[in-house]
């Protein structure tokens, strides 16, 4: 198991009613199963938002490998006025 580090944003920390969390994963788990995981937290609000998501301030793709103690913001679209 590891443990991950999320930055909540925008649309996500409010769905979330969190800015940060802790969340125990499998080893080798991917963005794109962290992803799932987060959704299912709250599907209502989540599913089919897109979220760009860096890890340690990196933007990476849904395949990419998560470590323990990595530290993943999670980031919806941007909106503005």
Request: proline share 4%.
């Amino acid at each position: 198991m590891i443990t991950i580090h999320t930055r909540n944003f925008s649309l996500v920390r409010d769905a979330l009613d969190t800015s940060k969390m802790d969340i125990q994963l499998d080893n080798r788990e991917t963005v794109g199963g962290l992803l799932q995981k987060v959704r299912v937290m709250n599907r209502q609000k989540l599913n089919g938002l897109p979220i760009r998501v860096a890890v340690n301030k990196t933007y990476v793709e849904e395949s990419f490998v998560l470590k323990d103690q990595d530290e993943v913001a999670l980031i919806p679209p941007v909106s503005g006025g």
